[in-house]
Every structure is written in C-alpha cells, then in structure tokens.
C-alpha cells in the first residue's frame, strides 16, 4: 500500500506544473461558464454587436502607450541597474516576458521571460530588476484599489464611520511608509543589500546583490511616475470599453470599479491564466452593487483581457518563434 502511494506521489510530483495548469485552465473554464450563464448568452452578443467600435478602437490604440510606457520604465531600469542600452534587447526582453506571464500565477514567469535575450546577465539579475519594475505598479494597485474599496463597503455594506476612517488612517499610513522606505536608496544601497548578504544560502550569489546599490532616487522617481501614467492608462481603457458597451457616460463609477477590480484580482490572479475569470467576476459583483450593466462590465473585462494581455503574448510569443 505505501508503495502505490508513494508511487501515487511521485507521479503528482513529476506531473505537478501540469495538474496545476489544468486545475487553472478549469477554474477559469467554470468561472467564465458561470457568468455568461448568470448573464445571457444572447444578452452578451447582443451588447457586442451594438457596441461603440470607435471607442474599441481608441481603446486598442490605447494599447501602444500602455506598451511604450512599460517599455521606458523597463529601459531606465535595464540602463541604471544592468547596464544594458540595447534597445532591441530590451523590447524582446519585455515582450518575452508579456508571453512567459501570462500563463504563471501572479505573472512570475515574466521574471523569467525578460531574462532571455541578456544571456550575459543571471537570472538573479534579471529578477531583482523586474522587481524594482514591478514593485511600484502593485503599490499605486494597492493603494488606489484599497481606498476605492473601502468607500465602497462604506456605502453598499453601511460600514460606520469611525470604521471607514480608521481603516483609511490604517492604509493611507502603512503604504506612506512603505513608498517612503522603498523609495529611499538608501534602502536598496544599505539595508536590503546588508540583510541579503547575511543570508548564508546567497553568498555565493553576493557579487550579483551589487546591483541593488545602482537604484538611486532619481530612478526611483522616474519610475514612480511611469507607473502612476501606466496605471491611469489601464484604468482609462477600461472605463473607455465600459462606456463603449454601455452606452451610458458614467466614467467615475467606472473608474471606481476599475480601480476596485485590479485590487481584488491582485489577491487571487494566481487561481487562473492572465486573471481570466477572476478580472470578469469582480466586475461584474462590483457592477451589479453599483447598479451598473453586469453584461458591459463582463464584455469590458473580456476585451481588456485580449487587448491587454493576449495581444502582447502573441507578438511576444511570434518575437520568440522567430528568433529559435
């Protein structure tokens, strides 16, 4: 008996990345079932077929300056912490990384991805600064995506006030903090590379921490501000496919819901591919609270979807094919 068992173990273990794909490919399957179900099939072509194309359009273009501004934010950070000015490099750097993410959970094949054309660069290179690219778009998510939430259960869910405030005073003091913290040099060119370099495991690795010492404030800044434009961007498009579904202009609750989606998707993206399911079920919640078209809210998150992420891993998945 313990030997079928650990046979059964063995095969689990060798089998793992598959049955976790498949175990994600499924929830996405059964949570995008779910909602056209919930919603109507015929209700959902429906709205596509009488949808705004113009708007569609605009928010597909809106898809170059989404690009561009990941890519001048991945270039400053290539040029500051690795060395590299390649430009082409760094586009196929980027675009890689587009196609590795979107099937890993919380996009951590990127990590990977970006490392491929700097086959002079360590992966543990390539890591930390895909880091210092990712950190500050999860903060300006967090940060804006909480405070929408919470005025959000203040009120659909009559959450008193004294709760909402504390909770505000909570969140707007701990990210203030923590932007304060990592966006001090000092903390990446003292502190975090001293506590790295004590950890016995890395010290073979401790000439490739040098990089944290290359992120100065300037940097930091500038890629700060790259960020929060990357961000309004995204939030932008959404609101803009929204409308475009809708046929109603009622851009702020849009945006709040925007906003309130990217929050809660952060937490569990890691259950599907690229947020699939996961992006159109808080939409459609939040939309249906607010007293918005559940149908647009769906549609909207499902054209993001394509726009945002499928489009970029195709190109970067052809980049790919091409180059092997």
Known sequence: MGTVAAKIYSGIKKRRNLLINIAKFTIAVTL???LVTHLNPSQIYSDMK???KLLISFALLLLGLNVYLQYVKWELICKQVLGVTDKRKIW???FYGFSAGISTPMRLGEYVGRAIPFKDKNLLE??????VDKIFPIFMVLFIGSVATIIFLHYYFNVAVYVTVSLFLVIFISLYLLLLIF???DFWDSYLYKKVSNIKIFNKYIEKFQILKKVNKVTLRKVTVYSFLFYLTYIFQFAILFYAFSGS???VNYIWIGSMVMFAKKFISFLTFGDLGI??????YFAGLIGISETAAFNASIIIFVINLVLPSLVGLFLFLRRN
């Open 32 to 34: 995008i079932y779910f």
């Open 279 to 284: 992006r159109e079920a808080t939409a459609v």
């Open 50 to 52: 009488k949808a705004n």
């Open 249 to 251: 202009f009622d851009f």
């Open 92 to 94: 196929l750097s980027l």
């Open 126 to 131: 390539i890591t930390f600064a895909t880091f």
């Open 183 to 185: 966006s001090d040099s």
